[in-house]
């Protein structure tokens, strides 16, 4: 198994992306798989690594990357040292980031004989899986899209009426994360993009548009994201299958830091059911 952690590639928003590849290095092409994280989350959070060396033993080439606006830099690409990078981040760079992570892949002679350029594959996970239906739905070298836990509406969580008029005033508001105890900003910038490209980020839209095969995973006890998005989402996708993990939490039962060397149960059966849907 062969394993390439934290290699920087130049953002679109100066602003370094650090990614990680996980390969079986047997110079045979294998369909590469792409992974987004979440709001307030990164590459190495929880589990997330062991999930990756279970897709790379399963003949995937995986990567996974930080949003480069996400809060975590080159030294230190877990939790969140620059909260000033994480306010100005918005969904239109984390579309530029993605795309930047599928060209640099696609055109990198490093991994030629070892991935299948022509078989591209997304998972995002909850943001990111929103994240990854937008992007699906504008790259045809996307092959077959995944959300885990994924949001089907970003207008909601963008604003509301009554917090508006305020964080215009203030240009930012804040956010406690509750495991690290940051008040985490998010300035105006955020808003104003949202509403400058509100069309291109209408996860609706984009869903009914594929036509791709299109897989939607979510725990019956997600208290962060309702399972009734996931119902909507698979609603409007015509061509997406629809899977409950009972008793699965947001991040399926994994948590941050994660000390176990296997997945939770729940996450174990997401990436059985993923590999089993890509294959």
Same mark, same amino acid.
């Given at each position: ?16 992306? #650090? ?9 045979? =092409? ?37 949003? +480069? ?22 969904? +239109? ?9 599928? %060209? ?27 994240? @990854? ?5 504008? %790259?045809?070298?996307?092959?077959? @899209? ?6 089907? %509406?970003?207008? &909601? ?14 240009? @930012? &508001? ?26 291109r980020f209408d996860i609706k839209n ?8 299109? $897989? #939607? ?33 947001? /991040?399926?039962?994994?948590?941050? =830091? ?11 059966? /997401? @990436? ?5 849907? $890509?294959?």
């Open positions: 198994m062969k394993t390439i952690k934290n290699s920087v590639i130049e953002g679109k928003h100066k602003k370094p992306i #650090i990614t990680d590849v996980f390969y079986k290095e047997d110079f045979q =092409p294998k369909k590469v798989v792409i992974f987004c994280h979440g709001y307030k989350g990164f590459k190495d959070w929880g589990a997330w690594n062991i999930m990756a060396t279970t897709f790379a033993n399963n003949g995937f080439f995986f990567i996974k990357f930080n949003f +480069s606006h996400n809060g975590g830099t080159i030294e230190q690409p877990i939790d969140f040292p620059d909260l000033e990078a994480f306010g100005h981040n918005n969904y +239109s760079k984390e579309l530029d980031d993605l795309e930047t992570v599928i %060209d640099w892949i696609t055109n990198n002679s490093d991994f030629k004989s070892e991935i299948k350029i022509d078989d591209v594959s997304l998972i995002g996970h909850s943001r990111g899986g929103g994240v @990854v239906l937008l992007k699906s739905n504008e %790259d045809a070298r996307i092959k077959k @899209v995944i959300t885990l836990a994924g949001v089907c %509406d970003f207008e &909601k969580r963008t604003a509301t009426i009554s917090d508006l008029e305020q964080w215009k005033n203030n240009g @930012v &508001k804040y956010v406690l994360n509750g495991r690290t105890k940051q008040n985490m900003p998010h300035y105006y910038q955020f808003y104003e993009d949202f509403i400058q490209n509100k069309k984009a869903i009914e548009n594929l036509n791709i095969p299109i $897989l #939607i995973i979510h725990g019956s006890n997600d208290t962060s994201v309702s399972i009734k998005e996931a119902e909507n989402l698979h609603q409007w996708g015509e061509k997406s299958e629809f899977k409950i993990i009972e008793n699965a939490n947001h /991040v399926f039962n994994t948590s941050h =830091p994660w000390k176990h060397k296997y997945l939770s149960k729940e996450l174990e059966e /997401v @990436v059985n059911i993923c590999i089993d849907f $890509l294959k």
